[in-house]
């Protein structure tokens, strides 16, 4: 079976902390990584990876892939209660086939 | 505007009934899938399709059905064969070729007596 795992499976944090949310794969027939943030309903986009190694940035958030060691880590700096959310992390295998892991929560206090 | 709607958001049936929820886009996305989301699993796939009259099975099919007539629609059936219906649903589509992200609907509660 092919399981993304994620850890923490929650965090509570203060305004300004830097958080580092962790996902790690199973190698079978990987495609890409990619990571959702969903405030209350609809998980929103936030990046795909496909190279090891090559961070991806956007404001505050940034992700970096590992396929050596089949993990990803998403970094969120100088965190604002606006962050808070679930942070789910999906593998896609061939065929187009996402397998999403259990989602972070991450709490983020004034 | 352009966008996946998914209905109704919440939704209270008793045990025994089938329930249908929709699931309608207009972003010209082929492929569309639907996803379950209980706490502490994530999310899992129950059935997607990728093109007009075909679907697929996902990880956890049974005591479900869907059926795919239009582009535009994908509505899945929780029968009463689904021993926990009790969930929060997501509709989520797709485009071929390009980037391939899913985009998600807001989701549908359904919650069974």
């Known amino acids: 079976e092919d399981k993304v795992v994620q850890s923490p499976l929650s965090l509570v944090v203060h305004e300004g902390d830097t958080v580092t949310l962790n996902c790690s794969y199973e190698v079978t027939n990987f495609r890409s990584l990619l990571w959702y943030k969903q405030e209350k309903k609809a998980p929103t986009f936030l990046f795909m990876l496909t190279s090891s190694g090559i961070e991806k940035k956007s404001g505050r958030l940034s992700s970096i892939l590992d396929k050596k060691e089949l993990f990803s880590i998403l970094n969120i700096t100088a965190t604002q209660t606006g962050d808070s959310a679930v942070y789910l992390c999906a593998r896609k295998s061939s065929g187009d086939k996402l397998t999403f892991g259990t989602g972070t929560r991450l709490a983020v206090r004034p | 505007d352009g966008g996946i709607t998914q209905s109704p958001k919440y939704l209270f049936r008793k045990e025994g009934q089938n329930v249908t929820l929709s699931c309608e886009q207009n972003l010209n996305h082929d492929a569309m899938y639907w996803y379950r989301q209980d706490p502490g699993q994530g999310l899992r796939l129950i059935y997607y399709?990728?093109?007009?009259?075909?679907?697929q099975k996902g990880d956890i099919a049974e005591g479900y059905s869907v059926s795919r007539e239009k582009k535009e629609s994908f509505p899945l059936t929780v029968t009463s064969a689904q021993k926990n219906p009790t969930a929060f649903y997501l509709c989520?589509?797709?485009?071929?070729?390009?980037?391939?992200?899913?985009?998600f609907g807001a989701g549908s509660r359904l919650t069974v007596l």
């Open positions: 399709s990728q093109i007009v009259n075909d679907f």
């Open positions: 989520a589509t797709q485009p071929m070729g390009g980037a391939n992200v899913l985009t």
